[in-house]
């Protein structure tokens, strides 16, 4: 996480993760997480392996350390955040549009729970979430979706977070591509 957050966890829950079709999308959803700023990735009701390696490798070349937790129940997780003093903030095109609440969510420095879904996303999460937040009224993407509230959450400083223990690292270029060891000279 960007070490100038106020942040001492945000993390993502993603729900309803189907292994036969979904392995890349709920990959994404995680490298948006890590690369955006959240400190924790949280999968619902199933493990998968080729998912977890994926976020795994990601974070062994390119740094950084993030909470991995899979198979969990997403509704105990939620009682169990909000009772520890958390916030959860589902992300919902039937939400309060974020506009409207992002700063009411930046200012508070209770550690916040992301949930995105992938089918239909069941009542209790409507229901136990602190906000229900549209990223935008119309149907897109929970990768999308994550991606525009952590960047609005924490006002583009993402882009600044330095990830500790990379092993490579990407030198911008006008053309082509550079990626240097680190210990190379830069
Ligand atoms: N019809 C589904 C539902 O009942 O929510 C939408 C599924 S959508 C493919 C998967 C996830 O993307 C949603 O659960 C939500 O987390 C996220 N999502 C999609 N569009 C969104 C929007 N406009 N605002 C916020 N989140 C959105």
């Given at each position: 996480m960007d070490p100038g957050s106020a942040y001492s966890k945000v993390y993502v829950l993603r729900l309803g993760h189907r292994p036969a079709r979904d392995k890349r999308i709920t990959t994404h959803v995680g490298l948006v997480a890590r690369a955006f700023?959240?400190?924790g990735f949280i999968l619902e009701?199933?493990?998968?392996?080729?998912?977890?390696?994926?976020?795994?490798?990601?974070?062994?070349?390119?740094?950084?350390?993030?909470?991995l937790?899979?198979?969990?129940?997403?509704e105990e997780y939620v009682r169990e955040w909000r009772s520890s003093g958390g916030e959860v903030?589902?992300?919902?095109?039937y939400g309060l549009n974020m506009e409207d609440v992002i700063d009411?969510?930046?200012?508070?420095?209770?550690p916040k729970l992301i949930v995105v879904g992938a089918g239909k996303v069941e009542g209790f999460y409507y229901e136990a979430s602190d906000y229900n937040v549209a990223v935008g009224n119309q149907p897109h993407s929970e990768v999308s979706a994550l991606a525009v509230f952590l960047d609005r959450l924490f006002r583009g400083r993402w882009?600044?977070?330095?990830?500790?223990?990379?092993?490579?690292?990407?030198?911008?270029?006008?053309?082509?591509?550079m990626v240097v060891n680190i210990g190379d000279r830069i």
């Open positions: 700023g959240a400190n009701g199933v493990c998968d392996e080729v998912v977890f390696e994926s976020l795994r490798k990601t974070l062994r070349m390119w740094g950084g350390s993030m909470v937790e899979c198979g969990v129940n997403g903030i589902h992300l919902t095109m009411a969510i930046r200012v508070s420095t209770r882009t600044n977070i330095i990830f500790e223990g990379a092993r490579l690292k990407i030198i911008p270029q006008s053309r082509g591509k």
